[in-house]
């Protein structure tokens, strides 16, 4: 059985780790799929200690025949995730195993034209390397960065599989937003959405997860949560926010449609299904009137779960298949 090894940030909390679980515990056929943490929370020393320790387990297993991996399979942010993945790129590259480079990045066209010509050249020589395969979250992405970084594959983030809690009802007036303690996740901006919307809607709460404190009235400050409670506020919120100033493809949201909860998200996150409501980016009027109407009108759970369709893992599996078979 041949065997894909995914390299990147799998024991770091956020959504490009579960990208990578979901994809190593569900290989396509006829493929093993194994793990390797390239990155770890903390101070730069750990951060260091974890890329040398990949670098080493890395080289280790190319020079070993039995348990060389047949792909090995980058998770890129940008910035330092690309710089640290380019050097594992260059020995994998100089052991001939074959390598895709899946680009997670909600801000990589922006580093990337930061960087100006030079930077381009730079990531854009990588990507060309013979056995290198580029791939992006979305047609829409594809349509930023393939100009910038050359011809570029689309697979889609995986949908986890979700255990759909049976008999909760779903609440009224309940926001909800999941993601880490960053300002750009937009906490601070969902609290003051709440604030706007409660003129209008007096039981109006928000349930938050990421951070553990917030003095906002109606506002509950959750901290991590785990995976049950996390789908028992999925089965019971209204709407998901997802005011970020940046994301790749969020699983969060794909999470949500599965879930049958209506998601409303930043004008600045692209390639989510079509059932996605969008306000422009930090605009608290225009984020209100969006929110407003979907808790007034909310959509028919039963299309925003057909909706998530091409993100199944069998979808996702077949398409990681054909493009692993064509290294």
């Not at 020589?125 to 910038?148: C, D, F, Q, Y």
């Not at 996740?185 to 709460?205: D, I, M, Y």
């Amino acid at each position: 059985m041949r065997k894909v090894l995914h390299v990147g940030p799998c024991d770091t909390p956020g959504g490009m780790a579960t990208v990578m679980h979901t994809l190593a515990e569900n290989p396509p056929d006829g493929w093993q799929s194994e793990l390797l943490a390239s990155h770890a929370e903390g101070s730069v020393w750990k951060k260091w200690k974890a890329y040398r320790a990949a670098h080493k387990h890395l080289k280790n297993r190319c020079n070993n025949g039995s348990n060389r991996p047949d792909v090995i399979h980058f998770h890129v942010a940008a910035d330092w995730s690309w710089r640290r993945k380019a050097r594992l790129l260059h020995l994998a590259h100089h052991h001939n195993v074959p390598s895709i480079v899946h680009l997670h990045s909600g801000q990589f066209d922006a580093w990337v034209n930061k960087g100006g010509a030079k930077r381009q050249k730079q990531v854009r020589s990588v990507l060309e390397k013979k056995g290198v395969l580029g791939v992006v979250l979305s047609t829409a992405w594809n349509e930023r960065l393939s100009p910038l970084l050359g011809p570029l594959e689309v697979v889609h983030n995986p949908l986890p599989r979700h255990n759909r809690q049976a008999g909760v009802e779903r609440e009224t007036d309940c926001l909800l937003l999941l993601g880490r303690d960053d300002p750009v996740k937009g906490h601070a901006f969902a609290v003051g959405l709440v604030e706007v919307l409660r003129p209008s809607f007096p039981n109006l709460r928000l349930m938050m997860t990421g951070v553990s404190q917030s003095s906002g009235e109606g506002v509950h400050a959750l901290g991590w949560v785990s995976e049950e409670k996390k789908n028992s506020l999925l089965a019971r919120a209204s709407i998901l926010l997802i005011p970020s100033a940046f994301e790749g493809q969020p699983v969060v949201a794909l999470e949500a449609l599965s879930a049958g909860l209506p998601v409303c998200a930043s004008d600045r996150v692209v390639g989510l299904p079509e059932t996605v409501k969008t306000a422009a980016f930090d605009n608290l009027e225009a984020w209100a009137g969006v929110v407003a109407d979907m808790l007034r009108n909310p959509p028919k759970e039963e299309r925003l779960v057909s909706s998530v369709t091409p993100y199944s893992v069998g979808e996702v599996q077949h398409r990681w298949k054909t493009l692993y078979e064509s290294l």
